[in-house]
């Protein structure tokens, strides 16, 4: 019998096959990965804040930091709704796979692995995987299939973060919780889809746009604290009770009674000679729009951590439609670093080991496009051709019909001409 040949994963580790089947990093009750977590931002300080940000870059201490991540996005509707539409953005492109030449061979491999990434399934698994985006890594376990001697990905599972850390020595690697004490171990190769998006240059840990819009989601949550806090004592006006100089003990209660229950039932009765006055604070609107103010201002830096520009989420004093699509293509620039990142990490940690476990070793292996097709100005296109090619420029006829997104008419198909003179 032959003997299967030794597979090696992008670091040079062998693959144990036996060690793909079953799931590794499920969730558990009585063991270090169950689903309970902590709630650190419920009353969280300044003081606080600082403290969970040190203590994520210390190994092991990534919790809280975590924790606080998702808990920024069930509190803050604007962060939730900007960082939504980046992962959502990109997973809705859709995944391309294109054979590594045009050889019968790699036309077989890209055809394997494109079954997979046909699945309805996919949009949803890539938006999990895009959650590195706003925690800066995320780790999704492989579920792998065997039948009828094929293996495939049954599915992805999302595990939480907090059940991962980074390597001691650099940083860079991800290491998963042990199952019962011992050491913190390195994740199986071919089991997991490890994706991790970076902000900014530095550690992983510090990359995820969390950490970056913690200050500025911290100050946000104080100040509207502040603001509900002012208008309890400003939003209604103050009433004053007037009663006569004759006016006992028991009209003075009356009058109170009046006084204190008009703003909950918008209806009192008084005694005649008695008299209710509603004064207001005219500076009261002033002061107000300073937390208004502060607030919007904080969701403009928000947009532009997480979208490049606020153009196409806030209605800005000066904007224009043109403004408007430089802003855009900013937008494009970083939905196509994001796609091609992805692309990166699912090339890495699915495409070559879907191939390799079922076809073997190979010199190239599919590529993986995540990248929305360029619109053509298909009236630009229609100017330029008229003044151009009587000038002698040669163009291609199949490369303008697929410019204009139509096929080459066979003979049984009726074509447009041009009207008689």
Same mark, same amino acid.
Request: contains cysteine; proline residues 5%.
């Given at each position: 019998?032959?003997?299967?040949?030794?597979?090696?994963?992008?670091?040079?580790?062998?693959?144990?096959?036996?060690?793909?089947?079953?799931e590794?990093?499920?969730?558990?009750?009585?063991?270090?990965?169950?689903?309970?977590?902590?709630?650190?931002?419920?009353?969280?300080?300044?003081?606080r804040?600082?403290?969970?940000?040190?203590?994520?870059?210390?190994?092991g201490?990534?919790?809280?930091?975590?924790?606080?991540?998702?808990e920024?996005?069930?509190?803050?509707?604007?962060?939730?709704?900007?960082?939504?539409?980046?992962?959502?953005?990109v997973?809705?492109?859709?995944?391309?796979?294109?054979?590594?030449?045009d050889?019968?061979?790699?036309?077989?491999?890209?055809?394997?692995?494109?079954?997979f990434?046909?699945?309805?399934?996919?949009?949803?698994?890539?938006?999990?995987?895009?959650?590195?985006?706003?925690?800066?890594?995320?780790?999704t376990?492989?579920?792998?299939?065997?039948?009828?001697?094929?293996?495939?990905?049954?599915?992805? !599972?999302?595990?939480?973060?907090?059940?991962?850390?980074?390597?001691? +020595?650099?940083? %860079?690697? =991800? *290491?998963?919780r042990? @199952?019962?004490?011992?050491?913190?171990?390195?994740?199986?190769?071919?089991?997991?889809?490890?994706?991790?998006?970076r902000?900014?240059?530095?550690?992983?840990?510090?990359?995820?746009?969390?950490?970056?819009?913690?200050?500025?989601?911290?100050?946000?949550?104080?100040?509207?604290?502040?603001?509900?806090?002012?208008?309890?004592?400003?939003?209604?006006?103050?009433?004053?009770?007037?009663?006569?100089?004759?006016?006992?003990?028991k009209?003075?209660?009356?009058?109170?009674?009046?006084?204190?229950?008009?703003?909950?039932?918008?209806?009192?009765?008084?005694?005649?000679?008695?008299?209710? !006055?509603?004064?207001?604070?005219?500076?009261?609107?002033?002061?107000? +729009?300073?937390? %208004?103010? =502060? *607030?919007?201002?904080? @969701?403009?830096?928000?947009?532009?951590?997480?979208?490049?520009?606020?153009?196409?989420t806030?209605?800005?004093?000066?904007?224009s439609?043109?403004?408007?699509?430089?802003?855009?293509?900013?937008?494009?620039?970083?939905?196509?670093?994001?796609?091609?990142?992805?692309?990166?990490?699912?090339?890495?940690?699915?495409?070559?080991?879907?191939?390799?476990?079922?076809?073997?070793?190979?010199?190239?292996?599919?590529?993986?496009?995540?990248?929305?097709?360029?619109?053509?100005?298909?009236?630009?296109?229609?100017?330029?051709?008229?003044?151009?090619?009587?000038?002698?420029?040669p163009v291609?006829v199949?490369?303008?019909?697929?410019?204009?997104?139509?096929?080459?008419?066979?003979?049984?198909?009726? *074509?447009?001409?041009?009207?008689?003179?």
């Amino acid at each position: 019998m032959a003997r299967t040949p030794t597979l090696y994963d992008h670091r040079g580790r062998p693959i144990e096959r036996a060690a793909l089947r079953g799931e590794r990093t499920a969730p558990s009750i009585t063991g270090v990965r169950n689903i309970l977590t902590s709630h650190p931002a419920a009353g969280i300080t300044p003081e606080r804040l600082a403290a969970m940000l040190r203590e994520a870059e210390q190994p092991g201490g990534a919790d809280r930091y975590l924790e606080l991540a998702e808990e920024m996005e069930e509190r803050d509707l604007h962060y939730l709704g900007v960082l939504q539409t980046r992962k959502r953005q990109v997973a809705q492109i859709g995944v391309t796979i294109e054979p590594a030449d045009d050889s019968a061979q790699a036309v077989e491999d890209a055809d394997l692995v494109r079954a997979f990434f046909e699945r309805e399934e996919v949009e949803d698994e890539l938006f999990d995987v895009l959650d590195s985006i706003g925690k800066g890594f995320s780790v999704t376990e492989i579920v792998w299939e065997m039948s009828e001697s094929q293996w495939m990905p049954a599915r992805l !599972e999302w595990r939480l973060p907090q059940w991962f850390d980074f390597d001691r +020595e650099g940083g %860079r690697y =991800l *290491v998963r919780r042990p @199952d019962r004490g011992g050491e913190w171990t390195e994740l199986e190769p071919w089991k997991f889809v490890a994706h991790q998006t970076r902000a900014k240059s530095g550690l992983p840990i510090r990359g995820g746009l969390a950490r970056i819009a913690a200050w500025a989601w911290l100050f946000k949550t104080l100040t509207i604290k502040d603001w509900m806090r002012f208008c309890e004592a400003y939003g209604m006006p103050l009433r004053i009770g007037k009663y006569h100089e004759t006016a006992n003990e028991k009209d003075k209660e009356v009058l109170w009674k009046a006084v204190a229950n008009i703003a909950a039932d918008a209806a009192a009765i008084i005694p005649e000679g008695m008299m209710i !006055e509603f004064v207001e604070d005219r500076t009261v609107q002033g002061r107000s +729009e300073i937390y %208004r103010d =502060l *607030v919007a201002y904080i @969701d403009q830096q928000i947009s532009i951590a997480v979208l490049g520009q606020t153009l196409t989420t806030q209605e800005g004093d000066s904007g224009s439609y043109s403004l408007g699509q430089v802003h855009d293509r900013v937008r494009g620039d970083i939905e196509r670093s994001d796609g091609r990142q992805l692309a990166a990490t699912l090339r890495r940690d699915l495409v070559v080991p879907i191939v390799q476990l079922n076809r073997g070793m190979r010199d190239a292996y599919p590529k993986v496009v995540i990248e929305r097709e360029e619109t053509m100005d298909m009236q630009a296109l229609s100017d330029a051709l008229p003044k151009l090619v009587p000038l002698g420029l040669p163009v291609a006829v199949d490369q303008v019909l697929v410019r204009l997104g139509l096929k080459r008419p066979d003979g049984n198909d009726d *074509v447009l001409a041009a009207p008689a003179a």
